[in-house]
C-alpha cells in the first residue's frame, strides 16, 4: 500500500472512504463537525441516534452521505479525547486498516492524523499510523501451496493535515515508517520460516542479498572451521552436534562518516533450539524455529536502516547455529574455552544462547564500537518477569539504557529495565571452570544477562531479551517484528543528532 500526505478540508475530499474521529461520548472531532455541517446534520443525527458512542475501537461505515463527494465515511471510536494516547492511536490505526480491506475502496483519506495524541507531533502521528498499517496488512503465505488471492483492494491511503508547511515532515514521517516496515516483515518472515528452510546457511545468503541490494552494504561470514580455528569455543560447542553448519555473520552498513565508530547490534540466530542433550520437553517445541528472532530482528534493523538511507556506520552481527542432540554434541558438565579466554562448564546444554552470544560479544570487539546491544529470545523465565508485554533490557552503562527506554517510549514497543548486580554473578559459580552457563531458577532472565556481561567490559553495552515479545502463540501465531521499531528508533535518533 501507498501513503501520501495532503492538505485540505474534510468536507471537501474526493475519496472511496473518508476516516473521521468520534470521542466517547458521542463527540464529533473538528473535521467531522465540518462534514456535519455540509451534510445537513448527518453525522450528528447517527452520533443522536446511540449508533456510535466514540468508544475506543468502535466504528461505523457510512454511505452516500448527502453533499459529499466521498463514496463512504468510516466513524472511528476514539475513546476519551483526554486519554486519547500512543497505545490507543495505535490499536485504531491498525483497525481501520482491518475494516477497510473488507470494504470495496482502493483509497482513503485518513484524518485521524490532526486530532490530538497525548505527548505526540504530527511526524509521529503519521509514521506511527503507517507503521500500524504495514504491520496490519503483513501476511505469510509463502509456504501454502495455493496462495489465497489476497482480497486486498485498499492501495492508498492518504493522510490528512491541517497546512501546507506541514508537509516536509509528514513525507519525511511516511518515508521513515516504509523503511521500518520493510524491515519488520523482513524480520518476520525470517522467524515464520521453519528450522528446515531457514538455517545458518540460509541466513548467510539473506544477508548477501541485502549487501546487493543496497548501498554502503557489505557482509562477511565466518564459517564453523574459521570460528574453530580461532577459539570461539563456545559457539562451536552449540553448533557442533547439528549438520547444519554454524556461522557468525556480519553485516556492514557505513555511511556514516570515516571515523565514526560504529552502533552494533549482536543477534542470536538460533535457527532451531531443541535444547541439544538438554533436551527440551515436547510441548510447543514448534516454537523453538523463533529462537532466531534476535538475529531476525537484526536483519530487520539493517534493511530499515539501508532503507532510509541514514547517515551512520551500524554493523548488524548474527550469530547462527543450530542446537541439536547428537553423539558428537556437547554434554551437560562439558568444560570449553571462549574466544575471550574464559572457560565455562556447560551444565545445560539448553542455556545456549549465551554460548553463542558470548564469543559474538568478544569477536566484535574488533569494531571498536560506539555501543553494543544484543537482541536475543534468551530466557523463558522473561516471560515469568515481564508476559509479552515488554522486553528485558539489561545494561552495563545508565546513558544507554536511557537511551533505548525514551526510544522504546516513542515507538511503544516497550522495554523494562532489570538490575545485573554483582551479587547475582555468584549464581554462576563452577568448581570446574571459571563459570557455568546456568545460573539456576531464581533470576533466570537476570542471571543469563550476568554471563554476557563477563564478556562486554570493553565497551557500553545493554542487552534485550525478547523471548517474550518476539512471537506471539496460539491462534495468531507468528512473529511480531518486536523489537525492529524500538532499536531503528535508537539508530534514527542517533542519526538525527549527529546531523
Ligand atoms: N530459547 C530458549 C529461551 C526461551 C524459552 C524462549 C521459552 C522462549 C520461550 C533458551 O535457549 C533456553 O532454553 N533457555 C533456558 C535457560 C535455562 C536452561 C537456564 C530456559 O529459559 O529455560
Ligand atoms: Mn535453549
Ligand atoms: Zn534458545
Redesign the pocket.
Known sequence: MEFFAKSGSAEKQKTGCLILGVFDSRKLSAQAQLVDELSDSYLSTIVRSGDMEGKLGQTLLLHKVPNLNCDRILLVGCGKEREFEVSKYQKISAKIIRILDETGTSDAVNGLVTLNVKNQDLYWKIRFAVEAANDALYRFDQLKSKTSEARRPLKKMTFLIESRADLTQSELAIEHANGVSKGQSLTKDLANLPGNICHPTYLAECAQELAESYDNFSVNVLDEAELKAMGAGAFVSVSQGSEQPGKMIAMEYMAGGKDDKPLVFVG?G?TF?T?GI?L?PGA?MD??K??MGGAASVFGLMKAVAEMKLPINVVGFVAAAE?MPASNATRPGDVVTTLSGQTVEIL?T?????LVLCDALTYIEKYDPELVIDI????????IALGHQASGLMSNNNPLANEIESAADMTHDRVWRLPIWDEYHDQLKSNFADFS?????PA??I??ACFLSKFTKKYRWAHLDI??T??RSGAKKGATGRPVSLLSQIVLNRANKAS
Open positions: 542470536k538460533i533450539d535444547g538438554s527440551k510447543a516454537e523453538m523463533f529462537d542446537n545445560n539448553d542455556a545456549e544462547g549465551r536475543a529470545t534468551l530466557t523463558g523465565a522473561v516471560i552457563n546456568l545460573g539456576g531458577r533466570g532472565t542471571t543469563a523471548a517474550g518476539a512471537w
